[in-house]
């Protein structure tokens, strides 16, 4: 039998292809539009998640990663009835275990607030670094779209397009403006959700309606000293501190973490940190439950020390209590399920931390 690609067989396999004429495309560096996640991305204009003087002093694998847009988002206003993009992409190489759509595709979102709603999303084909997606708004009129990048690819350069003659304007500031910034592992980068806008932490920034920052460095987030001075010095809102997963083992993680948090505390005495350890629990527990020992001893020697800005999560609790085993791809790596559950449980500890606060 003649071997044929599951595209040629379902049609909704097929990446959606540009077929519109009348599109204008536009650069994203400019105004109206407004690039999120990327904090050097006015001065630098380059897509990468660390500014290029502070990257230097840590690892080369920090270094390589950084060029992953986990978190980057691009935000703006208009009438026009789709949005398409065209991508340039550092890299055609897949993973295993984790789709396509998630390492190298955009995401698009329409809505404002807490109400940001998926249509769609622009997926290159294998091996492919360079093409195009587009997606039709729900309903006629000026909305917000929001289009998250790639999780573990990079881009070189972006493109997005409209309807010739349409409006376009700058979307309102988050309501949490000042980012929240997140430390961690692959889980925390975003490994490996079906999806960009899937990852608990693009989840956790449109349900709160904030700005973020992902710091999760796949294997490498090992709580250096460097990267703590790095995010000590960035002016955010809260830091979630999650990079349980990536110390080597029980002693190392003793090692690193209590130090880790000090450096961010003593230059942020006010700052709200949120400790969470690993969620993938139940494999290793006996381990797992020293792992998480560890980090609640920084937690409960904060307090301790009058620390009334520092609360703790504890990882066991992020997969919730039934079908815990359908929340991974791996046994490590959370699925859709497994992003969902954990911002359901992170959600409601960071809302609470805002009530009555501007970000």
């Known amino acids: 039998m003649e071997e044929k690609r599951i595209q040629e067989i379902d049609k909704n396999f097929a990446s959606k292809e540009v077929q519109e004429k009348n599109i204008v495309y536009m650069d994203p560096l400019e105004s109206p539009f407004k690039i999120y996640g990327l904090p050097a991305i006015e001065e630098e204009r380059t897509y990468c998640r660390i500014p290029k003087n502070p990257l230097k002093k840590l690892s080369q694998a920090v270094q390589y990663s950084a060029w992953n847009t986990a978190g980057g988002r691009v935000r703006f206003m ?122 608990y932490s693009n989840i956790l920034s449109r349900w709160l309606d904030a700005d973020i920052y992902n710091l999760g460095f796949s294997g490498n987030a090992k709580g250096e000293t460097e990267m703590a001075e790095y ?17 080597p083992d029980v002693e190392f993680l003793a090692q690193t973490h209590e130090p880790f948090f000090k450096i961010i505390r003593e230059a942020k005495p006010s700052l709200p940190i949120v400790i969470i350890s690993k969620p993938d629990f139940d494999i290793g527990a006996e381990t797992n439950k020293k792992r998480r020992s560890v980090i609640y001893k920084t937690y409960e020697n904060a307090i301790k020390a009058g620390d009334s800005c520092v609360y703790f999560i504890d990882g066991e609790t992020l997969f919730g209590k039934e079908n815990r085993d359908s929340c991974t791809v791996d046994g490590c790596h959370p699925n859709d399920l497994g992003f969902m559950r954990m911002a359901e449980v992170i959600y409601p500890v960071i809302k609470r931390l805002f009530i009555g606060r501007k970000g």
């Open 231 to 247: 995010i000590a010095g960035i002016d955010m809102s809260l830091f979630v501190m999650d990079y349980d997963h990536n110390a």
């Open 78 to 199: 208009t009438d026009s009835p789709f949005v398409s993009i065209k991508a340039e992409i550092l890299s055609g190489k897949d993973m295993s275990h984790m789709p396509r759509s998630g390492i190298s595709g955009f995401d698009f979102y329409v809505g404002s607030k807490e109400n940001r709603t998926y249509i769609a999303s622009a997926i290159p084909d294998y091996g492919v670094t360079c093409y195009e997606g587009i997606a039709y708004g729900h309903q006629k009129g000026v909305q917000e779209w929001t289009i998250h990048f790639p999780l573990y690819n990079g881009v070189k350069k972006l493109w997005i397009g409209i309807q010739e003659g349409s409006v376009i304007n700058l979307a309102p500031m988050y309501s949490i403006a000042k980012p929240i910034v997140f430390y961690g592992s692959s889980i925390t980068q975003g490994g490996c959700a079906s999806r960009p806008g899937n990852s």
